[in-house]
């Protein structure tokens, strides 16, 4: 079934008059993709005057994407299995709507093998490289022998069809640990995991074949010897239909967790030319030597000399394209579109020129300080930076959507550019400070904290940066100022009096001055009591009412005079106050018991206490036992009833967002219940075992 928008009016410029032979005329893309990409290339397409058709999953009915597109049709419920990575359903939307291409976007079928042969079959254009390409650089083993007859410089490693432990095991051992473990069809670090010795090399073997079943349907791995405090780094190319290929630049992507890019940056930092050039033409060989067609990625390790080894090609455009836009004054996704259609690529290698540094810093739904552990939830209020010509927000969500369980925890990527490093740097963090968010958990306070490490600043990035500096990256929190704490009081305040002023305009009954909120009285000068959570910490405020509409605030033995109001301003509410004379705007929210508020330096949490009758109810249970991080699905469950436990003992994994996780024993102790099995889905804080205390078993 599907669902139709209004079409918009407009006339493509791929094809048609004078296309010659070779060459396609796309006047119609199906995005095979969700979210942030797919928005993407629908306002590219709609720039060329080409119509774009989007597919959805039933969590996705409401979605930006779907509302962005010229028509859009329902696949299939929330799972991606039956949806998204659906490639019949697809080929069905693209019939029905006549669609004359498909673009896969990147995850989901961007680089499966099968679905672009499909594709080629039903006579629909895909848009990346040919069916062979994808095979070979997507089987890491495979390429690794291409890139090696091509001169390309390869890592040591074993990439063989002998998949047996044993085998892997004794590689392992030649190698020398520690060693890269990877999924042989991998990619944005799924089934990826590090044996730093012999003792651990089988579980994370497990682990990491069990989240490449499940990504890719692929669970054969290869080993690699695990370069040190390595760099990143990745040179995007492009090739068309004839002969042509060029590379744009190289962009860092060390600064990364579990294997997954946080930020990035263009061009690398402290890479010199030559070094460049040798980047860039190691990259052109790669795609040569597979006939490359389209946009690609082509992975380097690079040591602290400056020496670089391939790791992988990917053959879709990467997350972090707009980083390499914003340095080339180009746009990737028409380059895609035209190179489909049969054009030649719009600039040639000299023509390609490098200008300014950029940075692109992805938001995502996480508690940093849980080991990035994502989440999900609704975006109760989202304000963001306003774009210019050097500021993008690539987005698939506006205010009220959801950040759903079923796929990435990805919100946003915030793209700067500036003249230079430093400058662009400078920007990337004024403007993270812009981007203000309530309602679920994000890393924007750890990537400021990351972005304003001196290291970082100085350009000394790899991919252990984050562990190598952890403890100034998750500092111990600090108290929050008692003048901070004044203007969420304030804000609380006045927040109050506006809703009282609100509903006394609309009864006809006259209000008492005792229930004023203004606080005046007669021959009573009036205080009020006000409890505040700092974290965990309440702090008492006494709030002396003034003549004028000042306060006096006492937090212990400390006396502030603040005044202030609240002001609407582009639909956002602003907090204006003066506190002993500092006068101070911030934006002002206040949801579920918390009042947040978000100044030009920074951010602040306070909460209001919750009753202890309520606070008991929540906790009920929660100690009992193990309980889900998060809503997922079972992966796989490891105990039974009457298992003894000892703490840290594994007791099964979920997955949820795309991500695997152990969930552990909090404490030692008997098995006394498992109330989840494998492919069952839990919520989040669900129990999901319940044992007893090994002593109370005992007795």
Not at 103 to 123: I, R
């Amino acid at each position: 079934s599907g669902e139709w928008c209004p079409s918009k009016k407009g006339e493509s410029v791929l094809g048609g008059k004078g296309a010659g032979t070779g060459r396609h005329n796309i006047e119609k893309i199906l995005i095979a993709n969700r979210g942030e990409i797919a928005c993407r290339v629908m306002r590219t397409a709609k720039k060329m005057g080409v119509k774009s058709v989007a597919v959805y999953s039933e969590a996705d009915r409401n979605s930006m994407h779907v509302a962005m597109a010229d028509e859009a049709f329902c696949i299939g419920p929330a799972p991606s299995q039956q949806s998204y990575l659906a490639m019949e359903k697809i080929i069905q939307v693209a019939r029905v709507s006549a669609a004359q291409a498909v673009h896969p976007g990147y995850g989901f079928l961007s680089e499966n093998t099968e679905f672009a042969e499909l594709c080629k079959q039903e006579g629909i254009i895909f848009i990346g490289p040919p069916s062979s390409a994808i095979r070979d650089m997507g089987i890491k083993s495979t390429s690794k022998a291409i890139m090696s007859a091509a001169g390309v410089p390869v890592v040591e490693g074993y990439h063989g069809e002998d998949q047996s432990d044993e085998c892997l095991k004794d590689h392992a051992k030649r190698i020398g640990y520690p060693v890269m473990i990877k999924a042989v069809r991998g990619g944005g670090g799924k089934g990826m995991r590090i044996a730093h010795s012999e003792k651990e090399f089988l579980d994370q073997l497990e682990s990491a074949r069990r989240e490449a079943k499940k990504s890719f349907n692929d669970d054969a791995m290869l080993i690699e010897k695990f370069v040190d405090n390595p760099r990143h780094v990745e040179v995007q190319v492009f090739g068309d239909q004839h002969g042509n290929a060029v590379h744009l630049f190289e962009r860092d992507c060390s600064v990364q967790r579990r294997h997954q890019k946080i930020i990035e940056e263009a061009p690398g930092p402290g890479i010199n030319s030559e070094v460049r050039k040798r980047l860039g033409e190691a990259a052109v060989k790669a795609a040569k030597a597979v006939n490359y067609v389209g946009a690609g990625t082509v992975e380097f390790i690079m040591d602290s000399r400056h020496n670089f080894y391939f790791m992988e090609m990917n053959t879709r455009l990467q997350v972090e394209h707009p980083v390499t836009e914003m340095i080339t004054g180009t746009d990737l996704v028409e380059w895609q579109l035209r190179v489909a259609a049969g054009e030649k690529l719009p600039l040639m290698q000299e023509e390609i020129l490098l200008r300014g540094h950029a940075f692109e810093a992805r938001i995502y739904a996480e508690d940093p300080n849980n080991n990035f552990m994502p989440g999900a939830g609704p975006l109760l209020h989202l304000s963001t930076p306003p774009p210019d010509s050097f500021t993008r927000i690539e987005t698939g969500v506006r205010q009220g959507d959801e950040v759903s369980v079923h796929y990435d925890p990805m919100i946003a990527k915030l793209v700067v550019w500036a003249e230079d490093r430093q400058a662009a740097l400078r920007k990337l963090r004024y403007s993270l400070h812009r981007y203000n968010i309530v309602g679920l958990s994000t890393n924007i306070d750890f990537l400021l904290s990351l972005s304003g490490h001196p290291q970082f600043e100085a350009g000394n990035v790899h991919t252990n940066f984050i562990p190598q500096h952890h403890d100034e990256l998750f500092p111990t929190k600090k108290a929050t100022p008692p003048e901070v704490m004044c203007q969420a009081a304030l804000g609380l305040i006045l927040k109050e009096k506006m809703q009282t002023d609100a509903f006394r305009d609309q009864s006809d009954d006259k209000f008492s001055p005792f229930a004023s909120s203004t606080g005046r009285r007669i021959n009573i000068c009036y205080t009020r009591k006000l409890s505040l959570l700092d974290g965990e910490n309440v702090v008492d405020i006494a709030v002396s009412y003034n003549q004028g509409g000042s306060y006096n605030m006492q937090i212990q033995d400390k006396t502030f005079l603040i005044s202030g109001e609240i002001v609407n301003e582009d639909d956002t509410v602003y907090l204006r106050s003066s506190v002993n004379g500092t006068v101070c705007k911030s934006r002002l929210v206040i949801l579920d018991n918390t009042i947040y508020l978000f100044f030009p330096e920074g951010s602040a949490q306070v909460g209001l206490p919750v009753p202890k009758y309520l606070s008991a109810v929540s906790s009920v249970g929660m100690q009992s036992g193990a309980v889900a991080p998060m809503t997922g699905t079972v992966e796989k469950v490891f105990v039974k009833a009457g298992d003894k436990v000892q703490i840290g003992d594994p007791l099964m994994v979920m997955i949820a967002m795309k991500m695997e996780h152990t969930i552990r024993a909090p404490k030692a102790g008997v098995i006394k219940k498992v109330n989840f099995q494998e492919g069952a889905q839990a919520n989040r804080h669900a129990p999901l075992v319940e044992f007893v205390d090994e002593e109370a078993e005992s007795k």
